[in-house]
């Protein structure tokens, strides 16, 4: 299964077909809409290039993509995490198109921001294989163009840093771009070292993903766009970048990509990333929820979903949905929840008739369900996440908080904290026009 699958099957699509410049103008195209995916089928000085993005802009699109319903989404994922699946080899149906490419020339690599004018790919998956455990790793790391077959690449210290920090000399890696939207979920999810993430993405999709072998790494064999290069130790200026936080995150110093073959299927679509908007939030957010889950199942086993909110970055702020057993429940369920992603600033409990996805009804039970001076408590001096502008930056230190917004026990009836239910569910107004 491909991207191209994806695409096919998907229902809605905005396909545009006039000519677009890859600077400022596809990006801010990409934006208008975010509720369905957007494909060009022009893009300015590349001819032989489709563009696509906001195929996993909505929790929908990404339930459509994994196979389940919104949701079912982190109970679906969770229950993956444990039963991955070994990948079928096949041939590639990618291609060698250049050796030592001038990448600008054969790809177009957007300025999404007028502001800090840099060229980047955030879609960019990069495939290593560990020296010691021969267990191969997916993650996604944006990549700052620098010159012809030289980028810059941001590496976090998880597991492609360990696998980095181990090897002697320059490390082997693939870039990948252009995947069904499957493969993008499990490159994002964040779990054990042990786990090859595309046995976590052919678990998504019943065991229907196909790999191919190609300079000692296995590939998507369906892959859109595949760059086969080598990470130095040697560093090189990355930044400013528009993180999750839709804000400048930092200039660093990173370690260099230099790219030696450009592999691509004929009339690739090359998968853009808008930084900072709903994919990219939906795609760093929604792969962490499984794991913020289990770790407070084994506090709280009542608890039935978690949402990292895209008001909150999507990694910032989460909602907690519990069914509530004892008073207590809702503070441990928020302790877990912020040790299982140490990012998380605030974390909202609500309970099981608050659906935690939407934004308006988290609030409805925060107004009618919470009072500050018995259900707010405050963790101070805390480490949490570069990417809040708001932090002690001296210190590196913030306060965390946890907000109970479930009926309480004691005082008042059950009853007293319901909706108000309106008959005639069944109803629709075209029956009537």
Same mark, same amino acid.
């Given at each position: 299964?491909?991207?191209?699958?994806?695409?096919?099957?998907?229902?809605?699509?905005?396909?545009?077909?006039?000519?677009?410049?890859?600077?400022?103008?596809?990006?801010?195209?990409?934006?208008?809409?975010?509720?369905?995916?957007?494909?060009?089928?022009?893009?300015?000085?590349?001819?032989?290039?489709?563009?696509?993005?906001?195929?996993?802009?909505?929790?929908?699109?990404?339930?459509?993509?994994?196979?389940?319903?919104?949701?079912?989404?982190?109970?679906?994922?969770?229950?993956?995490?444990?039963?991955?699946?070994?990948?079928?080899?096949?041939?590639?149906?990618?291609?060698?198109?250049?050796?030592?490419?001038?990448?600008?020339?054969?790809?177009?690599?957007?300025?999404?921001?007028?502001?800090?004018?840099?060229?980047?790919?955030?879609?960019?998956?990069?495939?290593?294989?560990?020296?010691?455990?021969?267990?191969?790793?997916?993650?996604?790391?944006?990549?700052?163009?620098?010159?012809?077959?030289?980028?810059?690449?941001?590496?976090?210290?998880?597991?492609?840093?360990?696998?980095?920090?181990?090897?002697d000399g320059p490390?082997?890696?693939?870039?990948?771009?252009?995947?069904?939207?499957?493969?993008?979920?499990?490159?994002?999810?964040?779990?054990?070292?042990?786990?090859?993430?595309?046995e976590l993405a052919?678990?998504?999709?019943?065991?229907?993903?196909?790999?191919?072998?190609?300079?000692?790494?296995?590939?998507?064999?369906?892959?859109?766009?595949?760059?086969?290069?080598?990470?130095?130790?040697?560093?090189?200026?990355?930044?400013?970048?528009?993180?999750?936080?839709?804000?400048? &995150?930092?200039?660093?110093?990173?370690?260099?990509? @230099?790219?030696?073959?450009?592999? /691509? *299927?004929?009339? $690739?679509?090359?998968? +853009?990333?808008?930084?900072?908007?709903?994919?990219?939030?939906?795609?760093?957010?929604?792969?962490?929820?499984?794991?913020?889950?289990?770790?407070?199942?084994?506090?709280?086993?009542?608890?039935?979903?978690?949402?990292?909110?895209?008001?909150?970055?999507?990694?910032?702020?989460?909602?907690?949905?519990?069914?509530?057993?004892?008073?207590?429940?809702?503070?441990?369920?928020?302790?877990?929840?912020?040790?299982?992603?140490?990012?998380?600033?605030?974390?909202?409990?609500?309970?099981? &008739?608050?659906?935690?996805?939407?934004?308006?009804? @988290?609030?409805?039970?925060?107004? /009618? *369900?919470?009072? $500050?001076?018995?259900? +707010?408590?405050?963790?101070?001096?805390?480490?949490?996440?570069?990417?809040?502008?708001?932090?002690?930056?001296?210190?590196?230190?913030?306060?965390?908080?946890?907000v109970d917004a479930?009926?309480?026990?004691?005082?008042?009836?059950?009853?007293?904290?319901?909706?108000?239910?309106?008959?005639?569910?069944?109803?629709?107004?075209?029956?009537?026009?």
């Amino acid at each position: 299964m491909s991207l191209r699958d994806f695409l096919g099957a998907v229902g809605e699509k905005n396909i545009l077909k006039d000519s677009v410049s890859p600077d400022y103008e596809l990006p801010a195209l990409v934006s208008k809409d975010e509720s369905k995916p957007v494909v060009f089928e022009d893009v300015e000085g590349y001819p032989e290039c489709r563009v696509v993005s906001n195929i996993v802009s909505t929790r929908k699109l990404l339930a459509e993509a994994l196979g389940t319903t919104e949701k079912n989404i982190v109970q679906d994922i969770s229950d993956c995490l444990d039963k991955q699946i070994e990948c079928r080899k096949t041939e590639p149906k990618f291609e060698k198109v250049a050796e030592k490419p001038d990448l600008l020339k054969e790809l177009p690599i957007p300025i999404f921001y007028k502001k800090n004018e840099r060229r980047y790919f955030a879609s960019t998956m990069v495939i290593a294989r560990d020296p010691e455990t021969g267990i191969q790793n997916m993650s996604f790391h944006r990549i700052m163009h620098r010159d012809k077959n030289k980028l810059s690449i941001r590496i976090v210290k998880r597991h492609l840093y360990d696998i980095y920090e181990k090897t002697d000399g320059p490390l082997d890696v693939a870039v990948v771009m252009g995947v069904h939207p499957a493969v993008e979920v499990a490159a994002a999810t964040s779990y054990s070292p042990e786990m090859d993430e595309l046995e976590l993405a052919n678990a998504y999709m019943d065991g229907e993903l196909k790999t191919a072998e190609v300079n000692g790494l296995d590939i998507p064999a369906d892959a859109e766009v595949v760059m086969f290069g080598r990470i130095k130790k040697e560093e090189a200026e990355e930044g400013p970048f528009v993180d999750l936080s839709d804000t400048w &995150d930092k200039v660093r110093q990173q370690p260099v990509l @230099v790219v030696d073959e450009l592999w /691509t *299927r004929e009339n $690739p679509y090359v998968r +853009i990333l808008l930084p900072g908007k709903a994919e990219h939030k939906n795609l760093m957010g929604v792969p962490q929820e499984p794991r913020i889950y289990k770790i407070v199942k084994n506090t709280v086993p009542t608890v039935k979903n978690v949402v990292l909110t895209q008001g909150g970055c999507s990694w910032l702020h989460g909602v907690v949905q519990i069914k509530k057993r004892y008073e207590g429940d809702p503070k441990n369920a928020g302790m877990a929840a912020l040790a299982a992603h140490p990012s998380m600033k605030k974390v909202t409990i609500v309970d099981e &008739d608050i659906d935690p996805s939407d934004s308006q009804e @988290v609030e409805w039970a925060t107004a /009618t *369900r919470m009072q $500050p001076d018995k259900d +707010i408590i405050l963790i101070e001096r805390c480490k949490g996440s570069s990417l809040d502008p708001s932090q002690d930056y001296e210190n590196k230190l913030m306060t965390k908080w946890i907000v109970d917004a479930t009926v309480p026990f004691e005082g008042k009836n059950r009853d007293e904290f319901d909706k108000a239910e309106l008959p005639g569910e069944d109803l629709e107004l075209d029956d009537y026009r």
